[in-house]
């Protein structure tokens, strides 16, 4: 199993960026998949989230109208597209699958740095 995330970099303020997040060797469109970050001296927090079938997407309040998560099951791909980017969204941003249907099962990317900076 592996997710494998990238597109990360650093960018200016007001800057875009569109993370990748690619999966193999489970069954990607039987998992939910989300993004979370973490930035240095704080806990890990949802980002982003997009149901299975990509019905349904929710965000955390501080990126809603910026970011926006969608998946390609056809490619076992989930992105997530952040545009005017602050400061303060610099973190580590990690890929998270999880089964959609018990047995629960998690798998999480190693990350892709994102630092907004001018």
């Known amino acids: 199993v592996q997710l494998e995330e990238s597109g990360g970099g650093v960018v200016q303020p007001g800057g875009s960026l569109r993370l990748s997040c690619a999966g193999s060797?489970?069954?990607?469109?039987?998992?939910?998949m989300s993004w979370h970050r973490q930035a240095p001296g704080k806990e890990r927090e949802l980002v982003a989230s997009v149901r299975s079938d990509g019905s349904s997407t929710n965000y955390h309040d501080s990126v809603l109208g910026r970011f926006r998560i969608s998946r390609d099951n056809a490619r076992n791909t989930v992105y997530l597209q952040m545009n005017s980017l602050k400061p303060e969204d610099t973190a580590m941003y990690y890929c998270k699958a999880i089964s959609a249907r018990p047995p629960v099962v998690v798998h999480w990317g190693q990350g892709t740095q994102v630092t907004v900076t001018s």
């Open positions: 060797g489970f069954t990607f469109s039987s998992y939910t």
